[in-house]
């Protein structure tokens, strides 16, 4: 029988909800590139319900435990007491979400004898140290796609909140006031402006796809270049690198996975090359940014405001210095963990967890390590030393 170990975010502060702003979710059967949602054999939970905290358990406890397996839930993942470290020497499967990452390093993979299984409940599987996982046989797995869209509305309301001065005008309300010009001083249309995104995979793209009704003309740089038709159904330019494209930008978003090319590539240097009065847009990771060099650049006005749901470390602390830096619109990491993402990223575990406990394949696509290499989606998105496309 295997234990599952599974790291989940707190319930909310005044407790597991007993009741829901709405009573369904649309039907999602597949997505843009035809890919199929989850299909597992069954789910023990309610979809438009939540999942993603420690009473929610991804509904996997009833499941789990009439298998005769044992599920374990924590929140506490972070120092040498936490729950996770005492929990995870004996687990034969961890889970995690990048919402709220047990990162499992080096150590704590060599620390675990028994784990065969790491499974990322959503995308971005950098919390887990994939060489590591590689040299212990052990085999990584993520929902592919699952809140990839969740993730591309999130970089569309960001966008529009900076360059509208959304955030600071609906301020104004809460405290009372009607001070229009102060809250039009820093106000734009988007309409007109050019935006490009660095990496066009499934988010990258349905960012673009989502922003071209706004008649912005649209750059993009990835490794893997789109189809002719893609290019000219969008009218899209494509450029070979960040560097290259940025200069030209009103507007970048940050939609890459984060390896060693993709750590700190957005650095004082090149942030100087952009247009003075940019908006930068981060849902991806905070690695990618040097935030020194951002915090900087807002303050000086060559970035006229930066927004995403990313940090490092996560959570991040009460002093982290992005909670007071001017003409910022940050979130928690939520982009990919709305309600109905949540419905299929808890699915997709599942998936994953019965194609493992009964002995068949793991899908293609969900695979980002497995039998000691890089696979499926992992060989795309993570090979050492190059510039991917996002998942």
Known sequence: ????????????????????????????????????????????????????????????????????????????????????????PDADVVISQPFWPAYLSAERIAAAKNLKLAVTAGIGSDHVDLDAAIAHGVTVAEVTYSNSISVAEHVVMMTLSLVRNYLPSHQVVL????????????????????????????IGTAV????????????????????KDVEDELGLTFHES???????????????????????????????????????????????????????????GQLAGYAGDVWFPQPAPAD?????????????????STLSAQARYAAGTREILEAWLDGT???DEYLIVSGGNLAGAGAHSYAVNTKESDQ
Request: glycine residues 8%; negative net charge; aromatic residues 6%.
């Open 1 to 88: 029988m295997a234990k599952v170990l599974c790291v989940l975010y707190d319930d909310p502060t005044d407790g597991h909800p007993t009741s829901y702003a709405r009573d369904d979710l649309p039907r999602i059967d597949s997505y843009p590139d035809g890919q199929s949602a989850p299909t597992p054999q069954g789910a023990d939970f309610t979809p438009g319900h939540l999942l993603g905290s420690v009473s929610g358990e991804l509904g996997l406890r009833t499941f789990l435990e009439s298998r005769g397996h044992t599920l374990v839930v924590t929140s506490d993942k972070d120092g040498a007491d936490s729950v996770f470290d005492r929990e995870l």
């Open 175 to 202: 405290d009372g006031g009607w001070n229009i010009a102060d809250c039009v001083a820093r106000s734009y249309d988007l309409e007109g402006m050019h935006v490009g995104t660095v990496a066009a995979g499934r």
């Open 208 to 227: 673009l796809r989502r922003l071209a009704p706004f008649d912005v003309q649209l750059h993009y740089t990835d490794r893997h270049r789109l189809p």
């Open 242 to 300: 960040a560097a290259d494209m940025v200069p030209h930008c009103d507007v970048v978003t940050i939609n890459a996975p984060l390896h060693p090319e993709t750590e700190h590539l957005f650095d004082a240097k090149l942030l100087a090359t952009m247009k003075r009065g940019a908006y930068l847009i981060n849902t991806a990771r905070a690695r990618i940014v040097d935030q020194t060099a951002v915090q900087n650049a807002l303050e000086s």
């Open 320 to 336: 982290h210095p992005w909670r007071t830096m001017p003409h910022h619109g940050m979130t928690p990491h939520i982009s990919g």
């Open 361 to 363: 394949p793991v899908r």
